[in-house]
């Protein structure tokens, strides 16, 4: 295995709200190495963008962020003093956002924006800056750089800035990228564009790439490892064909049976949804967060808090006390009888 | 950016003729000039004499084009009491008045701003609180009283300023401040909650996920997206102070354009009024046109509109 990138291990997110104290990340653990791509699936709410975002510090003020290791290479990012994240965050790892739209300055130049990322990091000329996002933007597929760097964020579409927004990220050659859901908001026909170009670039730039996206063809496509998140947990990872071929969770399962296969989803058959709701994520909920809607719940279930445990060799970790049974096809059981 | 610049000119300039309509009709609004001008009681051959010296006789837009001519050139007629060129006058006054409202209007943006910036930065901290206190109590307070204040605290207490006159730059602290003070509450609500939004925005999020320095987040990110609201609302406070400047300069003595009309109001000098009111609304269309550049110049988005 090459580099570790990042480490994130047991990082929790607490918000004081109206109705007690939020706890959107409750320990999420995973790593990148140098080359991966990571990608982070599950539902809307189940605290994707914020573990993103507390992982470069960017949340909001009110939330509060712990960790028992987060570091980036060998560097620790937890109670770092913000002067000194500031130095890291855009240099040596850098994000993209889901809003191309509103992500760039309507004021400035895509030219000064791109190339205030370098000036503030690295002691190049403002010609060497010039130099260096005229070539990220041809290299994330932006012809005629140079006019485009004279214009401003309301003269380009959505997907090119969007590859403006990748550009910045590249600007200061980072060995991590974190994107939350960077196609999203476009066209369906860019959004495969867009992510082709992120994982060509990340192999190319051998970066560390973690990707949050609801695009589970996307993640077979591109993805190294997974990380299925849910209700604030992580309850699998491992590697990407592992996960696909035997998924351990049940919500990994269920996330799974929502794809809809060509050739053998039918036109006009309903997708498989998860019936139920994802709970709330206000006070402790000690015991698993999946229990309101597996289908095979067991008493031991809502007894005491799931650890997530190693399975088997790869890296392959799963919050599950039945995971056991559901490699052994204990849903389909449950379907069937049900 | 040409065309947007020729359009506003445009719109200035149309605003500027409805402007010198207003303004020339101000002669009919307190009924026959030549009365007027003949005062109570005067002899019905007298008031028709005037009348045809004067030109009130000609028809009404024979009289309007004729004194709009006269205008552009710089003729604004003469005063009915100092028995010279009203431009004269005006002009040798006007620099006072500008200065004047310069110095107020910089007074209160230095002032608004950075404290605006400071209670978007911090909201709902006693700063905040105190700021938002003293901005209502500022819009709540008439200038009038707010400059006696001044007086009696700065000028006859402490004797730290010279209370009237303009001989020295220490005369238009006091009026600077009087007139200047009023503006401040407005402008930095509105620059607090222009920080307020654009610091929620995703391109502030983006500007520190680039990791810059907080103060230039705030200042070139976010203050040159959130002044754009306050320039078009400075442009109209200048006006609004423009007209106060005739109960400042008259507190203080100033001899301005303010302290002019004064006078001319209370002598019933019509041409010299009208002057006023027409140099006066000319420079409050400039100075919104300049507004209008400065902001396009700000926002690129404006300038294809
Ligand atoms: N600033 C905030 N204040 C309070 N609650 C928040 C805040 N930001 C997010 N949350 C809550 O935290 C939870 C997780 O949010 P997050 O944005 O991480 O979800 P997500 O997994 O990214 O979802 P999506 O797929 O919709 O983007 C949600 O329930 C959300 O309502
Ligand atoms: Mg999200």
Not at chain 1, 193 to 216: C, K, N, P, S, Y
Not at chain 1, 229 to 248: K, L, N, S
Not at chain 2, 147 to 163: M, N
């Amino acid at each position: 295995m090459g580099e570790r990138v990042l480490t994130v291990e047991d990082l929790r997110v607490d918000i004081p709200v109206a109705a007690g104290m939020l706890h959107p990340v409750q320990g999420v653990t995973f790593h990148v190495d140098r080359g991966e791509t990571v990608c982070i699936v599950g539902e809307s709410g189940c605290g994707k963008s914020l573990t993103a975002l507390a992982i470069m510090d960017l949340l909001p003020r009110s939330a509060k962020r712990t960790a028992m290791r987060l570091e980036l290479q060998d560097q620790t990012l937890d109670g770092v003093a913000e002067a000194r994240m500031a130095d890291i965050r855009g240099n040596r790892m850098a994000m993209i956002f889901q809003e191309p739209m509103t992500s760039l300055n309507p004021a400035y130049t895509i030219g000064n924006q791109l190339e205030e990322a370098i000036l503030r990091h690295k002691p190049v000329s403002r010609k060497d800056a010039r130099k260096r996002a005229v070539h990220l933007l041809g290299r994330v597929g932006i012809t005629a750089a140079e006019q485009r760097l004279r214009q401003y964020p309301h003269q380009l579409s959505g997907g090119l800035r969007q590859r403006v927004m990748i550009a910045m990220a590249l600007m200061c050659g980072p060995a991590l990228i974190v994107a939350d859901e960077p196609t999203t908001a476009l066209d369906v026909t860019i959004q495969a564009q867009i992510l082709h170009l992120l994982a060509e670039l990340q192999r190319e730039f051998h970066m560390g790439l973690v990707l949050i996206t609801h695009d589970l063809g996307i993640v077979a496509r591109i993805a190294t490892r997974v990380v299925v998140m849910y209700a604030g947990e992580v309850v699998e990872t491992g590697p990407v064909d592992e996960i696909f071929r035997a998924p351990r969770h049940p919500y990994t399962q269920g996330l799974l049976a929502c794809i809809p296969v060509p050739g053998k989803t039918r036109r006009g058959e309903r997708l498989g949804v998860i019936p139920g709701m994802v709970p709330s994520l206000v006070g402790e909920m000690p015991y698993c967060h999946f229990a309101s809607r597996c289908p095979i719940v067991i008493d031991e279930c809502r007894a005491a808090p799931v650890p997530l445990t190693s399975e088997g060799g790869r890296g392959r970790r799963v919050r599950c006390i039945r995971a056991a049974d559901v490699a052994a096809g204990a849903l389909q059981a449950a379907g069937t009888a049900a | 950016m040409l065309a947007y610049s020729l359009k506003r000119l445009g719109v200035a300039l149309l605003v500027a003729l409805t402007v010198s309509l207003i303004t020339f009709s101000m002669i009919y609004i307190s009924g026959d000039p030549a009365l007027a001008i003949a005062g109570e009681g005067a002899r019905q051959q007298d008031v028709e004499n005037i009348r045809r010296f004067y030109g009130f006789d000609r028809p009404i837009y024979v009289q309007y084009l004729d004194w709009l001519w006269s205008a552009l050139h710089g003729d604004l007629g003469r005063s009915y009491n100092l028995r010279q060129p009203v431009a004269d006058v005006i002009f040798q006054r006007l620099p006072t008045t500008m200065l004047l409202g310069a110095c107020a209007i910089t007074f209160a943006l230095v002032l608004a701003i950075p404290l605006g910036v400071l209670a978007a930065v911090k909201p709902n901290s006693i700063f905040d609180r105190v700021s938002l206190t003293l901005a209502v109590i500022g819009q709540a307070m008439p200038s009038f009283w707010f400059a006696l204040t001044l007086i009696l605290w700065f000028g006859v207490y402490w004797r730290l300023l010279p209370i009237t006159g303009q001989d020295s730059w220490w005369n238009f602290v006091m009026p600077s401040i009087a007139l200047g003070y009023y503006v401040t509450p407005a402008v930095m609500r509105l620059t607090r909650a222009g920080m307020l939004e654009v610091l929620s925005s995703d391109y502030i999020r983006t500007a520190r996920a680039k990791g810059l320095k907080p103060m230039r987040v705030l200042f070139k990110h976010a203050l040159r997206n959130a002044i754009i609201p306050v320039v078009a609302l400075a442009a109209v406070q200048f006006g609004f102070m423009l007209g106060g400047s005739i109960v400042i300069e008259t507190i203080f003595q100033i001899n301005g354009l303010g302290y002019l009309a004064w006078e001319s109001i209370q002598r019933k000098d019509l041409p010299m009024m009208q002057a006023i009111v027409l140099v006066l609304s000319i420079i409050y269309v400039l100075i919104t046109f300049l507004a209008d550049m400065l902001n396009a110049f700000l926002d690129p988005r404006i300038r294809v509109a």
